[in-house]
């Protein structure tokens, strides 16, 4: 019903910048909420951002804030995560995701997102 498909990825320097984007077609929740999970080789699925609605709040993991800008454009039906100041740990398979589901909390839970997108892979080299 909704598909959602990442690019931007890429390899990049220590210490560089990338900008990913999530382009989301068919159906989608204006009220809902949008965001990005990585997988680490040999590691499971670490959620990364989201952002709420048009211009709705924004939540970050630890290990990203402060680096990484989550935004969205309605009116391109598109996501962006900007990625600033990369570290070698930040090279992961990224994914979209998005769930109607819009709450008083932050949702943090791989399986709470029923749409996904392909992945793209960011490789940070030294």
């Known amino acids: 019903q909704v598909q959602l498909v990442e690019s931007g990825g890429g390899l990049v320097q220590a210490g560089g910048s990338l900008r990913l984007s999530c382009v989301a077609s068919g159906r989608t929740f204006s009220r809902g909420t949008m965001g990005w999970f990585r997988q680490a080789p040999g590691k499971e699925h670490e959620y990364v951002a989201t952002?709420?609605?048009?211009?709705?709040?924004?939540h970050y993991s630890d290990s990203v804030k402060g680096r990484f800008t989550i935004t969205r454009e309605d009116a391109k039906n598109t996501v962006y995560l900007q990625m600033d100041s990369l570290k070698l740990e930040d090279t992961a398979v990224y994914y979209c995701?998005?769930?109607?589901?819009?709450?008083?909390?932050?949702?943090?839970?791989?399986?709470?997102?029923?749409?996904w997108g392909q992945g793209i892979q960011v490789t940070v080299s030294s």
């Open positions: 995701v998005a769930t109607p589901l819009s709450g008083s909390v932050y949702y943090t839970r791989r399986a709470t997102y029923n749409y």
């Open positions: 952002i709420r609605g048009s211009g709705g709040d924004t």
